[in-house]
T-cell receptor, first 111, second 115 residues
Framework: GQQLNQSPQSMFIQEGEDVSMNCTSS?????WLWYKQDPGEGPVLLIA?????ELTSNGRLTAQFGITRKDSFLNISASIPSDVGIYFC???????????FGTGTSLTVIP | ETGVTQSPTHLIKTRGQQVTLRCSSQ?????VSWYQQALGQGPQFIFQ???????GRGNFPPRFSGLQFPNYSSELNVNALELDDSALYLC??????????????FGEGSRLTVL
């Protein structure tokens, strides 16, 4: 299957700081997705990207679809305690019936 | 709140036993996928059901099987449980056909522990 690698694996930041994380793939994707998973919950979709080079925002979150279509970036500005969780990137198979998820970036925000 | 309900939330089984996990989807969400999430890992695709038939399968052995019912709810069955089957099992629903991929709605998951 597709390999999606995320970095960093974990982050510890002060409240108010900005956060950047990225995801790289061994293969091209036509769609990039970013999910957040809180403890004891299922992943929730944050942002979807459908075009190479696309930059999309959702509140304090901004994500970019890399030009090579093999990477994507997620930025969180002015972090707050509720940003704590695990962030996953994901991309669909060619048929669209399955999604490949990255290894996850664990974010801890220190008040 | 995604409207996707899974049961049970937690369960403990022993090696060799069988387990059935259940998922009910939002109204109109006609496609159900199951994912396995081991501790510290991202979700791994098991299979998808659409119109009550399997519509794609990941790298999981045949002892992982599923069903989808006319009301779009679904079951995941795992036979001959192994220790490595211990994981969070996630149900995800979506609407097909859809112009855009990606809008997967996940349930809270069923945490399976195999002893």
């Amino acid at each position: 299957g597709q390999q999606l690698n995320q970095s960093p694996q974990s982050m510890f930041i002060q409240e108010g700081e900005d956060v950047s994380m990225n995801c790289t793939s061994s293969s091209i994707f036509n769609t990039w997705l970013w999910y957040k998973q809180d403890p004891g919950e299922g992943p929730v979709l944050l942002i979807a990207l459908y075009k190479a080079g696309e930059l999309t925002s959702n509140g304090r979150l901004t994500a970019q679809f890399g030009i090579t279509r093999k990477d994507s970036f997620l930025n969180i500005s002015a972090s707050i305690p509720s940003d704590v969780g695990i962030y996953f990137c994901a991309g669909p198979s060619n048929t669209g019936n399955q999604f490949y998820f990255g290894t996850g970036t664990s974010l801890t925000v220190i008040p | 709140e995604t409207g996707v309900t899974q049961s049970p939330t937690h369960l403990i089984k022993t090696r060799g036993q069988q387990v059935t996990l259940r998922c009910s989807s939002q109204s109109g969400h006609n496609t159900v996928s199951w994912y396995q999430q081991a501790l510290g890992q991202g979700p791994q695709f098991i299979f998808q059901y659409y119109r009550e038939e399997e519509n794609g399968r990941g790298n999981f052995p045949p002892r992982f099987s599923g069903l989808q019912f006319p009301n779009y709810s679904s079951e995941l069955n795992v036979n001959a449980l192994e220790l490595d089957d211990s994981a969070l099992y996630l149900c995800a629903t979506q609407i097909r056909p859809t112009r855009n991929t990606g809008e997967l709605f996940f349930g809270e998951g069923s945490r399976l522990t195999v002893l």
